[in-house]
């Protein structure tokens, strides 16, 4: 725990998986809320990443760690996800508006995950909204597929141009301290 957390009378670490097809951009929301850097190129997720955000949420007198674990999305690596769904407080999907397929699978992933965390709040993430003309999942789409997987909401972000990045996590974090 950092020192700025012991100013607080409540302190949580909370686990976070992010999960999705691989290239919809997880790891690059996850860079972003964490460090605010954007970095083109990426080499392709081996297993998982593993960020950590501090959160003080001084109106609850709470001090939130968020240990956000990026998933690798590739089919291959399916026989190592397990694990990393373990102890999960909260799960994020992410679908890119660009690929339809991406958006298809999303029910995939969800019993995928459920097979080892059930009962957890989760939201789904339409990510690079900055690409409104490759837009193939409308929003009506998008709001329509998370009423009914039961995701708590629906945001629509951009990684590249930082929009609307920190509010998912943050709306996630109250629901979890709930
Ligand atoms: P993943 O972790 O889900 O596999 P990455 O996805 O974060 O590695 O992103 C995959 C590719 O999409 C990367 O491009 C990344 O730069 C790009 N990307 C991620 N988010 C956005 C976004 O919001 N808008 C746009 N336009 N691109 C985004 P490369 O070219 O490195 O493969
Ligand atoms: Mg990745």
Not at 12 to 29: A, Q
Not at 54 to 79: C, E, M, R
Not at 157 to 170: G, M, Q, R, V
């Amino acid at each position: 725990m950092s020192k700025e957390a012991v100013n607080y009378q409540q302190n949580y670490v909370l686990k976070v998986c992010v999960v999705g097809n691989g290239g919809v951009g997880k790891t690059s929301i996850v860079m972003q809320y964490c460090d605010g850097v954007f970095r083109e190129n990426y080499i392709m997720t081996i297993g998982s990443n593993f960020a950590v955000k501090n959160l003080p949420l001084p109106d609850l007198n709470t001090y939130v760690k968020l240990q956000l674990w990026d998933i690798a999305g590739q089919k291959h690596f399916s026989f190592v996800r397990p694990p990393f769904y373990r102890g999960a407080s909260a799960i994020i999907y992410v679908f890119d508006i660009t690929r339809r397929d991406s958006f298809l699978d999303i029910p995939n992933w969800k019993t995928e995950v459920e097979r080892i965390v059930s009962d957890k709040p989760f939201i789904l993430i339409a990510n690079k909204t900055d690409l409104a003309d490759e837009r193939v999942v409308s929003k009506k789409e998008g709001e329509t597929l998370a009423k009914e997987i039961g995701a708590l909401k629906y945001f629509e972000t951009s990684a590249k141009e930082f929009d609307n990045i920190d509010e998912p996590f943050l709306f996630l974090t109250e629901k979890m301290l709930e």
